[in-house]
């Protein structure tokens, strides 16, 4: 076989290098050769104009093939450019699957009919091709082309693919392999057979691939120099087969001719193997990019997240723009976003290492200046250009307060209950990745009913305006939003935020964290700090038993007592400071019991012959959920029963 790219015949394939020509424009008329004139219009054979006006057509015809990134627009420019200026009709198959790069063949070749164009009807709605037939309806000459082909390895349609150049249908060879090809007036599933003439797998054609009808009066195939059938030679290996007809009222094709086929296919080809080497990376950095983002946000007590995330353009799918809700002892929550500066593969690799950073430092429990000193730490013990902003608050549902820290992040914006939208003063900070800069966390309040918006800058800075006009513009938004009800529900106003960005506003990718404040009433919290002495696991269970009377939990008090025991007996064992036991009630009960020990406790299945060691089996056997925490200065302990 010919190099890739490179169409074997013997006249110089170089002398149909594309001349300097104004490009066409996506809705302009198919390339026509300058000078064409006749009753045919733009329908006069490209061959009956002289060789500059034939190298002209070549140029504009490439020029628009090439443009296409996706398959389907590589295929459409084919087509508009080679109908009706080069033929009447056309139909493109394609390799089905199409492989990618490297990746070798497995199977049987399958051509599948991806687009077809043009026609062979009479104006007067009489259909003639090839010989003159009767007249019938009118119908497209692929009307009844085959949607998908078999291709036998020993067949001629085979040969002709094996020699890459483009050839007319005036040899039995050539004919045969045109009528194996189109297969008129055969169904797509015919047959399903393998490796037999006149069969092929009924495969259905993919969304926007052409579908071929069974006609009602067949058309005849054309033959002798009406038809040229001209493989698709990718990079590595033929890829599909264009073929180009003409009406029997138009000069057939000549010599020359092939050399035009040739080079449209040839960049066809080159663009189709682009083009699927383009869907491949696309998909990776959508898969990556999704992986690197939160499958879903958590339900915590006291507050309600939505979240959004915006490439930043076709070109740029993977960007450095992350948020994250992390749950964390005491029913709080830590809210986060930041932006990796850079919109590549590597910007979404660090992108997903500090994220896993900033979960590790917020299961910590540490305070939010703390988790943006280690990140920054971590950034740069990854580089010295891993640069970064990240906003990282912590919500209290119980004390409701906010307390937060900035990177070189835009601030947050609080919506408040009644409409107000203030941007918060945050100290800015230095970015991440800076180095030797301490960042500072002020506490603020969070009222019941407030909405605090987290955002990256793609959402508020663009060409046509500064970060700060775009903070205004987001904020006039926000109360607008609320004017028409407050507070306005946390999806649809995701929406609208992102309504203010204008259609060549997407310099940036986007990520957008909302969080509304509900809070947790103090008529539903209960709080004890208890002394470690042997008598406190029975006073907690007094305790308890008092508190779920008050909520009218009775039927809650014999599990509750049970579970809080086990484990304020265990608290007890290992604290030399007083314990801390508290109740909320949400959804559902949820115990929390605290102490100075950093040790976290490990369920072990105890021996029938053991005194000890079934309090936490009891548990995880009794309460709905329960977990262990690591804190600043100890750890806390809890469970969660349901509450019917």
């Known amino acids: 076989m010919e190099p890739a790219g490179h169409p074997r015949h013997e006249e110089p394939a170089a002398a149909l290098a594309p001349t300097p020509a104004a490009p066409a424009s996506a809705g302009s008329t198919p390339p026509t050769p300058p000078g064409a004139s006749g009753t045919l219009g733009t329908r006069t054979a490209v061959s009956s104009g002289s060789e500059a006006e034939r190298l002209r057509y070549v140029g504009a015809a490439t020029r628009r093939i090439a443009r296409g990134l996706d398959l389907d627009e590589i295929l459409l420019g084919l087509c508009r450019s080679a109908v009706p200026a080069f033929a009447d009709a056309i139909l493109v198959y394609l390799r089905d699957p199409l492989q990618v790069g490297d990746e070798r063949p497995s199977g049987p070749l399958v051509l599948r009919l991806r687009r077809a164009d043009g026609g062979l009807d009479e104006p007067s709605g009489q259909s003639y091709v090839g010989t003159v037939l009767a007249p019938v309806p009118a119908e497209p000459a692929y009307g009844g082309a085959a949607e998908s082909t078999l291709v036998r390895l020993d067949g001629p349609l085979a040969e002709v693919l094996r ?20 297969r008129f007036g055969e169904g797509p599933s015919a047959s399903a057979g393998a490796g037999r003439p006149g069969e092929r797998p009924g495969l259905h054609p993919e969304p926007g691939a052409a579908r071929s009808d069974r006609p009602l009066h067949p058309p005849v195939l054309p033959t002798g120099r009406r038809a040229i059938l001209a493989p698709l030679r990718g990079r590595r290996r033929v890829i599909g087969a264009a073929v180009l007809l003409r009406r029997p009222d138009r000069p057939p094709f000549e010599s020359d001719d092939l050399l035009v086929a040739a080079q449209l296919a040839t960049h066809t080809a080159l663009g189709v193997d682009k083009a699927v080497l383009y869907g491949r990376e696309a998909y990776i950095a959508d898969a990556l990019q999704r992986e690197m983002l939160p499958d879903s946000l958590p339900q915590p007590t006291g507050v309600r997240l939505a979240s959004r995330y915006l490439p930043a353009a076709e070109s740029a799918r993977v960007g450095g723009d992350w948020y994250d809700a992390i749950p964390l002892p005491g029913s709080r ?9 850079g919109h590549s593969m590597t910007s979404a690799a660090i992108m997903g290492q500090l994220r896993t950073t900033v979960q590790t430092l917020a299961g910590l429990d540490l305070a939010p200046q703390e988790v943006l000193y280690h990140l920054d730490e971590q950034a740069q013990r990854l580089g010295s250009d891993r640069m ?32 107000l939208a203030e941007v918060l003063r945050v100290p800015p900070g230095a970015p991440i990745g800076v180095g030797g800069v301490p960042f500072e966390a002020v506490e603020l309040p969070a009222p019941a009913g407030a909405t605090l918006v987290l955002y990256t800058d793609g959402l508020v800075e663009s060409r046509t305006r500064d970060v700060w006009g775009g903070i205004e513009l987001l904020r006039e938004r926000l109360h607008d939003a609320a004017t028409v009800l407050s507070p306005p529900p946390l999806e649809p106003l995701c929406d609208e935020i992102l309504e203010i960005l204008g259609p060549g506003d997407r310099d940036d990718d986007i990520a957008l964290l909302a969080a509304r404040f509900d809070g947790i009433s103090p008529s539903d919290v ?39 025991s086990e484990i304020v007996t265990n608290a007890v064992r290992y604290a030399e400071r007083p314990i801390t036991l508290r109740l909320l009630r949400t959804d559902v009960l ?19 012959q053991d005194e000890g060691g079934r309090g936490l089996y009891l548990v995880s056997r009794m309460a709905q959920r329960w977990g262990a925490t690591r804190l600043s200065a100890g750890k806390v302990v809890w469970f969660e029963l349901a509450i019917p």
């Open 388 to 419: 970064a902003t990240c906003v990282y608050a912590v919500y209290d549902p119980i004390a409701h307060r906010l307390v937060v820290a900035n990177a070189g992040h835009p601030p947050p914006i609080l919506l408040h209950a009644n409409g």
């Open 526 to 564: 209960a709080y004890w700090y208890l002394e470690p002495q042997p008598q406190t696991a029975g006073r907690a269970r007094r305790l308890a038993r008092q508190a779920l009377r008050r909520w009218d939990l009775e039927h809650l008090i014999e599990p509750t007592e049970l579970l809080v």
């Open 590 to 608: 949820r115990c929390e019991v605290g102490d100075d020990a950093p040790l976290l406790p490990q369920m072990r299945h105890a021996q029938p």
């Open 333 to 341: 929550v830590a809210l986060v976003v930041g932006d990796v500066m």
């Open 163 to 182: 020699g890459v150049r483009p050839v007319f249908a005036e040899h039995p060879q050539s004919a045969a392999a045109l009528e194996e090809l189109l």
